[in-house]
């Protein structure tokens, strides 16, 4: 009976300590710089996260991040125009050039995470999301549902969707010199919808391992486009890219976590997408953390990425109806390496530093570093 | 693609799944076997990079903003 009470009690701290893993009061500051080379993007984000238990059952999840972004996006251009480099300049030209357009931007954008949980543990998920720029503004809903299988929670079912609106505003002008400017009022408002779905499933395999089998939907409509990329058309006339207005992907997700011994964990995950613009893209994901004592972990990582390119994708000159010569709908290979420290300090603070290389095949590179710290209160 | 689908469909169906305890799930209840990482935070900031540098649509977190992404 004493033994059966012992295993009881540990069982009941057990879960416990399971349910303080993903639900406790923190509050998580974080500051991430993202560097392009070759004077590309660069970006400076400040961030905060505030988790709130109320009782056992709900949890609010609040994050807001300003991002600061300056560099220059690659499309092609007028080179002759008196008025300087810019995207803006459409118009027939027999010096057109395809080289980085220098922009700046701000952007705001918060989101917040209302967590239900239930008599059986199930979990139901409500957030909204909102992002704004100068030129663009975005509106999420989102639900999710979390559904225990067995009663010892080793297998689960989740299924989510989501529904974003976005409005992008585009200048009025046909040469830089007399543009409007996209915040005034005056300028061409566009907007898109996306839709999101999700399905997976979770089992655990052992002690040390679990498993998971996701697939997703992901469907866009409306301006599809970005006002900031041009195509070439008749041989010297530079024009606005034009991607269709419809668009739809899906995919399945897989990943494996294993505890290879009392301080080594390996993660791993692979997922597959495709859609109608005939993009199919690979992304393999790996991790290692190594625990040091009860305080420090390292964390190293490998992702390779790679996509075919848009149906509609062309370099320089085209005469289809939709063209795009935007890089990131052209074929390539990338690759992320990736580092991390996790310390903690007390019982109640951590500090986070990471570190990043991105590269891609395109000619693309950049470093991302991010670092932040944990307060639970 | 389809190999690493029929692995993961033979080790759900194979008898290596065992029933786990409650008291049995301090590893897996550990930072490190959190997929993508523990920290929401840096996360989200790795998928909003891959979301603006690559063609991919989907298969991450539910819900988290959109970009105009120059």
Known sequence: MRMQLGKLSLAASMVLVAMNASAEDYINVEFM????????????????????????????????????????????????????????????????KYDNIEFEENRVAGSATLTTRFENRDELNIGVSYSSESDFYSYEGSASYLHYLDS??????????????????????????????????????????????????????????????????????????????????NGNFIEAEKKPEDRAGYGLKLSYQKALSDTLYGQLSYKYYIDDWDINSHTIDSHLYYEIGDSLRLGAGLRYYNQSEAEFYAEGFTTEVFASSDFRVSSFDAFTYKASLDYEITKDLSYNLGANYYDQSTGLSATFFTTGIKYKF | MKYLFLVFVLVFLSGCIKEVQPWEKATLAK????????????????????????????????????????
């Open chain 1, 33 to 96: 710089q993202y560097d392009e080379s070759d004077s590309r993007v660069s970006v400076s984000a400040p961030s905060l996260e505030i988790n709130k238990d109320f009782g056992a059952d709900y949890t609010l999840n609040v994050d807001v991040v300003l991002d600061s972004v300056s560099g220059a996006s690659p499309t092609y251009y007028d080179a002759d125009a008196s008025s300087g480099a810019s995207a803006y300049n459409r118009r027939s030209s027999s010096n057109i």
């Open chain 1, 152 to 233: 010892s929670h080793n297998q689960s079912l989740s299924f989510g969707g989501s529904y974003q609106s976005n409005e992008v505003l585009i200048k009025n002008c046909m040469d830089n010199s007399n543009c409007v400017d996209a915040s005034s009022g005056a300028s061409q408002k566009m907007t898109n919808d996306a839709y999101n779905l999700q399905l997976a499933f979770s089992q655990v395999i052992d002690e040390t391992s679990v498993a998971n089998i996701g697939l997703f939907y992901t469907a866009e409509s409306g301006y599809l486009s970005s006002p900031y990329h041009n195509i070439v058309r």
């Open chain 2, 31 to 70: 930072d490190a076997m959190k997929e993508g990482g523990s920290n929401k935070l840096v996360s989200k900031f790795h998928e909003h990079i891959y979301y603006s540098k690559e063609a991919t649509k989907g298969g991450g977190t539910i819900g988290g903003g959109g970009c105009g992404c120059n």
